[in-house]
């Protein structure tokens, strides 16, 4: 069946970075857009990036473009996010989903980031 | 930038019919998508496309749209419907998503 696992999260000091990772497995990994989505705590989804299913294209949502970098291994099976100058607002639940079309069929259980000194 | 409009709050008697709606630009353009939330949980995917269903989704959850605004339509309420809702839509000229801000739904 299919699952995604996201790992990384944590706790992080404001002004640093932090790598999330999200394992898929139980489908075509390459053949699906990936998009990562996060929920700050009490507050609604927010998407954040997705990348096209060959790597080629990329696309960040305004609040976090020229911090947050989306990327992908075909050859693992993962998608990435590299999260750059961290701060308060960034501490959320952060999901990886798959891209059905327009839709986001499958996701990742979330993983925590705290962004705290 | 696109944004879509949901009401914070909609509740709904045990058994009735509840539409939750979803306003916003992007919608003339692209079908929105929905998704259920309970606490703790990740979202589940109940109703894209036009009004399509992955597996394992009751009928009783349907989506449609007329101009800017998406619905989703929950015929027969079920106590473990009792969830938060959120909208999707693509905007198609930046390629960027947007959720709406969400609908929590009370079955009484």
């Known amino acids: 069946q299919v699952q995604l696992v996201e790992s990384g999260g944590g706790v992080v000091q404001p002004g640093r970075s932090l790598r999330l990772s999200c394992a898929a497995s139980?489908?075509?990994?390459?053949?699906?857009?990936m998009h990562w989505v996060r929920q700050a705590p009490g507050k609604g989804l927010e998407w954040l990036a997705v990348?096209?299913?060959?790597?080629?294209?990329?696309y960040h949502a305004d609040s976090v473009r020229g911090r947050f970098t989306i990327s992908r291994d075909n050859s693992k099976n993962t998608v990435h996010v590299q999260m750059n100058s961290l701060g308060a607002d960034d501490t959320a639940v952060y999901y990886c989903?798959?891209?059905?079309?327009?839709?986001?069929?499958?996701w990742g259980q979330g993983s925590l980031v705290t962004v705290s000194s | 930038s696109s944004e879509l409009t949901q009401d914070p709050a909609v509740s709904v008697a045990l058994g009735q019919t509840v539409r939750i709606p979803c306003q916003g630009d992007?919608?003339?353009?692209?079908?929105a998508s929905w998704y259920q939330q309970k606490p703790g949980q990740a979202p589940v995917l109940v109703s894209y496309?036009?009004?399509n269903h992955p597996p394992g989704i009751p009928d009783r959850f349907s989506g449609s749209r007329s101009g800017n605004t998406a619905s989703l339509t929950i015929t027969g309420a079920q106590a473990e419907d009792e969830a938060d809702y959120y909208c999707?839509?693509?905007?198609?000229?930046?390629?960027?998503?947007?959720f709406g801000g969400g609908t929590k739904l009370t079955v009484l």
């Open positions: 990348m096209s299913s060959d790597g080629w294209n990329k």
């Open positions: 496309y036009k009004n």
């Open positions: 989903a798959t891209g059905l079309g327009d839709a986001f069929d499958y």
């Open positions: 992007s919608l003339r353009d692209s079908y």
């Open positions: 139980g489908f075509t990994f390459s053949n699906y857009d």
């Open positions: 999707l839509s693509r905007d198609i000229y930046t390629n960027h998503w947007v």
